[in-house]
């Protein structure tokens, strides 16, 4: 797990590349490396977080044994000691890492080692001999990879926007990317970034530069494949699935630092503490987030449920609304465009508490609810796939019952009206269009950027065992009744989870944070704040908002009237990051 940066083409010059690059030293302390050559117009470097070879063997960015191609890569190649196996007949080895494998796997099948990796990934190749960039990001986007393809044809790359920024990519914000953010609820969703001109490479896909262009392919889609047949029995599908989770957990312990678990109350990462314990000698470390909050109190039920030998193992980090509220603007700056609320603002002192036990890889249980359907709001598409209620109509979303239009700029929202987000439903089940949607374009992406940007910000490695690519494609393509049974959603997981999993977690209703959000916004000393952000003459002269709608829904939002803090969150969340970036040109 590292921090990559590059410019292909008029490329700045060498000390602007090096203290842009060490912008990024937060994604990989233990280390760096560039490859500037400014005959070649390239110019690509790295910052090292040390996780597989520790030794100096591992230092990028990385030649061929033929000098012929250079890399510098994010991520981590899970499959490299098989795919080792089947290289090493033809491509001398010099180091222990799963970087010079991911080399040689390009070095010897080109874009087609692609699909044969196991991982997750952002990274780029230089050919020396044919002048061609090639970069790549892993299929479903745990990994970011940001760029800015400028008018004179000059390539620029970066782990994070404020790479770009430091390279001397212009700020300017993205209006039609802010409107799809307050009138949909939809961030993370395209290739368009809130910076104009600056976007992301999709997951699933490549990219190559070449004279000054840029082709952009796609490699991997669940759209595009046919579904498997499925013939197996009820047993041979909870076999399987075990059979696909724990070989993810066995991939992804391959690790030369430790390994924990980021534990949450829910079934998810409890899954994977479980399994985990089967591939480790002792009882893995673990670190979990604590609000102290009488509406959302994960860790109660988190010590209740662990035994004593996991206890002793278990870092409990107990938050304050005040240590996360200074921290707000902060990670506005971590996160370089706007975040998913106060809970993601409380990551980073678990990743942080991580760094202090020495914990430098975490897995995480990211990704099941997105492929085994286990978010509340499936079960309207469940209920139209069952023929319960009408097909046509809009698909369910996790963000539509939070939206008010009536608080936006209707100069705003007139300039924009014809911008509609119709989201490709390539399925006949509505349900599998909607987990799609959430897989492809929306919520399993911003999550994954929230937590990778506050995780790196720790200096540690997050791993998601859920979004292996093959356990994936297994659920995604499940009938229904494994996903959503008799109103139990991730039905397959209860399945075959539930003989491991505490029954105090495994019975527990799905919760949120929605509700610990509303209660600290409504704390008077943080209402002060709010009002004066809302006040100030820069929020106003944004013109997103009719601020005389929007003062009175803020009102009533602090008279206790109802229960929605996404609109508010969307004025502050805009706003900091307007000063964090546009105002200031930082």
């Known amino acids: 797990m590292c921090g990559i940066i590059g410019v292909a083409g008029k490329i700045p010059g060498e000390r602007l590349c090096t203290s842009a690059r060490d912008l990024l030293a937060h994604r990989g302390p233990d280390g760096s490396g560039a490859y500037y050559d400014a005959i070649e117009g390239i110019a690509l470097g790295h910052r090292r977080l040390s996780i597989i070879d520790l030794s100096d063997a591992g230092k990028q960015p990385m030649h061929s044994h033929d000098e012929r191609f250079v890399i510098t890569f994010n991520g981590e190649i899970y499959n490299y000691l098989e795919l080792k196996e089947e290289l090493v007949k033809s491509y001398p080895f010099k180091t222990k890492t799963d970087t010079e494998v991911l080399l040689a796997a390009y070095a010897t099948w080109g874009e087609r080692c692609l699909k044969r990796l196991n991982g997750m990934y952002a990274f780029a190749i230089w050919d020396r001999k044919e002048r061609v960039l090639f970069c790549a990001r892993d299929r479903l986007g745990i990994k970011p990879l940001f760029y800015h393809h400028a008018p004179n044809g000059t390539f620029f790359f970066s782990s994070e926007i404020k790479g770009l920024g430091a390279l ?142 996991q206890r002793t193992r278990w870092h409990p980090h107990y938050l304050k609304p005040a240590d996360v509220f200074a921290r707000v603007q902060e990670m506005m700056k971590i996160e370089d465009q706007p975040y998913g609320g106060i809970a993601t603002t409380g990551l980073l002192f678990m990743y942080e508490r991580a760094r202090a036990e020495g914990i430098t890889v975490l897995l995480d249980g990211d990704g099941l609810d997105e492929i085994l359907a286990g978010y509340k709001y499936y079960e309207l598409d469940l209920a139209r796939d069952s023929g319960r209620i009408p097909v046509s109509g809009s698909m369910s979303q996790d963000t539509s019952v939070f939206l008010d239009h009536t608080i936006l700029s209707s100069t705003f929202t007139r300039e924009y009206a014809g911008r509609h987000l119709d989201f490709t439903t390539p399925f006949n089940s509505a349900l599998q269009n909607a987990q799609y949607r959430d897989i492809k374009h929306t919520r399993l992406l911003r999550d994954l950027r929230f937590k990778d940007h506050a995780s790196m910000h720790a200096s540690r490695e997050l791993r998601v065992p859920y979004l292996d690519h093959r356990l994936v494609e297994f659920c995604f393509f499940l009938p229904l009744e494994y996903k959503i049974r008799n109103g139990i959603h991730k039905a397959l997981a209860r399945d075959v989870l539930g003989y491991y999993v505490p029954e105090i977690i495994r019975t527990r209703p799905k919760n949120t944070f929605t509700a610990v959000q509303v209660e600290w916004l409504r704390q008077n000393h943080y209402r002060d704040e709010i009002f004066s952000l809302l006040m100030s003459p820069s929020f106003r002269r944004r013109g997103y908002f009719d601020h005389r709608a929007l003062m009175a829904k803020v009102d009533a939002f602090y008279e206790g009237v109802g229960s929605n803090s996404f609109f508010l969150w969307q004025c502050i969340n805009l706003e900091l990051w307007f000063r964090a970036f546009i105002d200031s040109k930082s």
């Open 168 to 309: 001397g990519v212009h700020y300017a914000q993205n209006d039609g990317i802010i409107y799809d953010y307050l009138y949909y609820g939809f961030y993370d969703h395209s290739s368009q970034t809130f910076f104009k001109n600056i976007d992301c490479l999709r997951p699933g896909h490549f990219l190559t530069w070449k004279k000054g262009k840029i082709t952009i392919k796609k490699y991997w889609d669940l759209a595009e494949m046919r579904p498997p047949e499925m013939s197996l029995s009820e047993t041979d599908i909870r076999d399987r699935f075990e059979e696909l989770l724990s070989d993810a957990i066995r991939l992804q312990f391959r690790s030369d630092v430790p390994v924990g678990i980021s534990l949450t109350s829910g079934m998810d990462s409890n899954g994977l503490l479980y399994f985990a314990e089967r591939k480790t000698p002792r009882v893995p470390q673990m670190v979990s987030a604590c609000y102290q909050s009488a509406t959302y109190d994960e860790c109660t039920l988190l010590d209740a449920s662990l035994t004593a030998s």
